[in-house]
């Protein structure tokens, strides 16, 4: 019974206050918003990123004279590395269909080619693509290798590239994080400073602390609620309007913005909006309450 | 009830005291005027005894209580012992007169019961029986004022401070006012008016402590105003 | 100076006028107490005049201007020929009892020069000549509400409006005021004062104006306060 | 002298409420710290991309009969559309030294090749690059052209991916920009709602709109010029320590936190300071100035 007067005091009080409960929930959603929005994109440009990285390859380049079943055999052991997802074998025959493939347009040099004189090789992805480096090296210098090529310049560029984007995408939403979190703290702050007199009122009829404390957290609580269910609802629609079009357009990509992450974003969103609504007011509360 | 002791009060920044060396003692079931020229020190004088304040130096024991000591969360108790009609009212904005005296109970954990009882009972002491909806900025001030009354009121504190509680009322609401606290008092509760109503406190025949810039220049029983000299 | 023409004013989401039927015709240079008991409509009498509120139905004239039809932007031309205490005091709680004075006259153009001389001379009118400094809310209620007779009375208005200027002061205090505003009206000053200070209505015998209900009851030349039958 | 009383009523309100000033300022300054980091990204980003888009060439191989003067002829014929940039001639001789710099590891290949069967050709850089697929097509078919190549794939996927991240960046700067905007403004408008009682005691002894707005507009502006100050110390503290080693570790990237886009984005950013903070502080007493 004396929760449900508590909970009814807030809801008066959060319409009562009109003004100011607005201004606490507008500042929640609109910093929820952008948060969530960035962070949103931000996690589908990581995925990509990271699907990106997938793609970097070992290309090993085998001897002619090396026997069939001892080229069966490297593969086999490298298959076994825990570093490395899949070894596809591309046979000499391959490598030259490939080859015509790229020169059609010039048969004369084709046709010039004297037998085969393309070399069969592995391709090696690997689980965790940084690790590209180290698998070179074990590999180089095997008897049945002619040569270990993967791109080196260009794998160290990408990843230096996709570091910096990751640094940059956790720069700006730890940036939005703490503004968000400012912001709100901000509001409810000033939404409670401007009622520090009936603060005062309230303690000097002999209203204990946590009596007075109590309805403005829950308020604070509920502000942050509102603010964090309008975020999403307006999240959402950008969601169904724009970045699935974007998807779309994007086809050739395997980027998603997906419903999955939206759900994981959402219930994020709403802990934060309840947890921020009640700091808010706790911190601004505690400058009120003493003595 | 009260006890003061050396009680002196100076505010920051500001070098006359608003109260100095003030001794005084009050019995349970006293009742007291507390007069004394504008800006003498009278409303000084409740907000520490309320705890609203501190004293500079002194002692200030209330209902047995140790105010200068007293824990900060204890405070709301030593409050819950005292009914204060404030010379400003102070009452929630946010909340309609009836709230406003309903909240003394709900401090206490009073049941809803008790409470849609005992309100409009002591509304209709003050006489606004009809105005309970309104918020304190529709009403006048008397009515404010009265809303005040109610609320220190309502919860039977053994203690009743008033600081000026009469300053926007009729002659005859007044009187009737100082009846109930004169009903009040007989029964046992410890009335300290503060007050500038000559004419109450000449027909009343109270104690009457009288301050002026911060002293004590008078402690008499069944005392009058004064000052017309 | 003053006219009011079967003026009633209900408040939003009340049913009973706050004022009704009023006819009222006040002189240049009259001196006139408005009394009634709390909740009489007397505030909402004043309230009328400085156009903070508007009535119902009905005229209202104040130093010749059609108060209903007056253009939002002229209406604080209006209230520059007013002087008016508010019940509640009304201070800027951000300005300095000194500054609170001084805006009545910045807000009339007045230049520094004339400021810095007319009010410490007001504030020593009232008796607060060493508090200038002080904020609002560092001030008792009795030194609160002479700030604001001082700001009413700084900048010579031809029309004075007080609502209940002496509930918080003493009445010696009260008394000094009254003979100021005595003074003023004599220099050709109209002045309206609510009240409910029976000794002093009957000390001084102006034109009395009674409120019963929002309704007048009562118009007196040279009245007293009457209602102790 | 009146607009000095006007500056120094501002200035004084600034600081006897001081609360509410720091919650001003503090909005201002973290609403446009976000948003100038933001845009500060975003334009340098936007460089980087159009230096990519650059890079988009067309390649037209030439036939090998096609007489010298008539290949010189449509060279400069090319130049001189108002599309293209720069025309690059590639001779037999050093489109055949390039391919064996390619092969180099398979001499055998190298050697195979009988003569030089590689043809010679234009490399067409654009001004625009979105131009591309229209030049192609007025090449094709002449007479001394054998064939036109310009990735059209590639091309337009890249222009697909340009188009998102500009169009992702651009929804951000405008979010950003309405949260900002709205975030200041219910801000100042909560610390004026505060406040409401003394624009009303005001107007109660006859001071004019005018003369109440006058300093609440110049406090609102002061706060906006501090927040936005403040926001501009923290970007370039921020471009110092952070953006200028990215921009080291992404050397082989034309890639520039500039100096140059640092202060007109400070420019930028004090003028929408100003003009928040006046835009605040108007909307926020229209609603208590009326009557
Ligand atoms: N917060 C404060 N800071 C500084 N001075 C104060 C403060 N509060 C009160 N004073 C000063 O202390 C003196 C006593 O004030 P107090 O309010 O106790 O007077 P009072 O007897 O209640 O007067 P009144 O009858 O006018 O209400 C006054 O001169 C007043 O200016
Ligand atoms: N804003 C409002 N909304 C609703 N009712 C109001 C409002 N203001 C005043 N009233 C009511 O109108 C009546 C007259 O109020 P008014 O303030 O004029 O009385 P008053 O004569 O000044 O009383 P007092 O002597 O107590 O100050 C009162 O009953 C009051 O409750
Ligand atoms: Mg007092
Ligand atoms: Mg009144």
């Known amino acids: 019974m004396r929760i449900s007067w508590f909970f009814k005091e807030a809801i008066i009080s959060l319409k009562r206050n009109w003004v100011m409960s607005m201004a606490a929930i507008s500042t929640v959603a609109l910093s929820l918003l952008v948060l969530g929005l960035f962070a949103f994109v931000a996690l589908t440009l990581d995925d990509l990123i990271t699907s990106f990285e997938r793609q970097v390859e070992i290309e090993v380049f085998l001897k002619d004279e090396a026997p069939f079943q001892e080229v069966q055999a490297l593969q086999e052991k490298i298959i076994s590395w825990k570093e490395v997802k899949n070894v596809k074998y591309v046979s000499k025959e391959e490598a030259l269909r490939k080859f015509k493939e790229k020169y059609k347009d010039n048969p004369e040099m084709i046709e010039a080619i004297p037998g085969n004189p393309l070399p069969a090789s592995f391709q090696i992805s690997l689980k965790n693509p940084k690790?590209?480096?180290?698998v070179a090296k074990r590999l180089e210098g095997r008897k049945e290798i002619d040569e270990v090529k993967y791109g080196q310049q260009v794998v160290e560029k990408l990843f230096a590239v996709t570091k910096v984007v990751r640094m940059i995408g956790l720069l700006f939403i730890l940036l939005l994080g703490f503004a968000s979190l400012s912001l709100i703290v901000i509001t409810i702050r000033l939404a409670i400073f401007a009622r520090r007199n009936e603060v005062s009122i309230m303690r000097l009829v002999g209203a204990s602390n946590w009596f007075i404390r109590l309805p403005f957290l829950l308020e604070g609580m509920g502000q942050g609620l509102i603010g964090a269910i309008i975020a999403i609802i307006l999240i959402h629609f950008t969601r169904v309007t724009f970045f699935e079009k974007i998807?779309?357009?994007?086809?050739?990509?395997?980027?998603?913005?997906?419903?999955?992450?939206?759900?994981?974003?959402?219930?994020?969103?709403?802990?934060?909006?309840?947890?921020?609504?009640?700091?808010?007011?706790?911190?601004?509360?505690?400058?009120?309450?003493?003595? | 009830?009260?006890?003061?002791?050396?009680?002196?009060?100076?505010?920051?920044?500001?070098?006359?005291?608003?109260?100095?060396?003030?001794?005084?003692?009050?019995?349970?079931?006293?009742?007291?005027?507390?007069?004394?020229?504008?800006?003498?020190?009278?409303?000084?004088?409740?907000?520490?005894?309320?705890?609203?304040?501190?004293?500079?130096?002194?002692?200030?024991?209330?209902?047995?209580?140790?105010?200068?000591?007293?824990?900060?969360?204890?405070?709301?108790?030593?409050?819950?012992?005292?009914?204060?009609?404030?010379?400003?009212f102070k009452l929630l904005p946010n909340k309609t007169a009836?709230?406003?005296?309903?909240?003394?109970?709900?401090?206490?954990?009073?049941?809803?019961?008790?409470?849609?009882?005992?309100?409009?009972?002591?509304?209709?002491?003050?006489?606004?029986?009809?105005?309970?909806?309104?918020?304190?900025?529709?009403?006048?001030?008397?009515?404010?004022?009265?809303?005040?009354?109610?609320?220190?009121?309502?919860?039977?504190?053994?203690?009743?401070?008033?600081?000026?509680p009469t300053g926007n009322l009729d002659p005859a609401t007044s009187l009737e006012l100082m009846a109930l606290f004169d009903r009040i008092n007989k029964m046992g509760t410890t009335v300290l008016v503060a007050t500038h109503n000559r004419e109450m406190v000449d027909s009343m025949r109270k104690r009457v402590i009288a301050l002026e810039n911060g002293r004590i220049v008078r402690d008499q029983v069944r005392g009058v105003y004064g000052y017309e000299d």
């Open chain 1, 131 to 134: 690790n590209v480096v180290r």
């Open chain 1, 247 to 291: 998807a779309k357009s994007l086809s050739f990509l395997p980027i998603s913005f997906g419903f999955d992450l939206f759900l994981k974003l959402s219930a994020s969103l709403i802990v934060a909006g309840l947890c921020i609504g009640a700091l808010g007011s706790s911190i601004a509360l505690r400058r009120f309450l003493k003595v």
């Open chain 2, 1 to 88: 009830m009260i006890k003061m002791r050396n009680v002196t009060k100076y505010y920051p920044n500001h070098s006359e005291p608003a109260l100095a060396e003030i001794n005084v003692d009050v019995e349970k079931g006293e009742f007291i005027f507390l007069v004394g020229p504008s800006g003498s020190g009278k409303t000084t004088f409740i907000r520490l005894l309320l705890r609203e304040i501190l004293p500079t130096t002194g002692e200030i024991y209330v209902a047995g209580i140790d105010v200068l000591h007293l824990r900060p969360w204890k405070v709301p108790y030593l409050r819950r012992n005292i009914g204060c009609v404030f010379q400003d």
């Open chain 2, 98 to 164: 009836e709230e406003n005296v309903a909240f003394a109970l709900e401090v206490l954990g009073r049941s809803q019961h008790v409470i849609r009882e005992q309100v409009p009972e002591i509304l209709k002491l003050v006489g606004l029986e009809s105005q309970g909806h309104k918020f304190p900025s529709e009403l006048s001030g008397g009515e404010q004022q009265r809303i005040s009354i109610a609320r220190a009121l309502v919860n039977h504190p053994p203690i009743l401070l008033a600081d000026e």
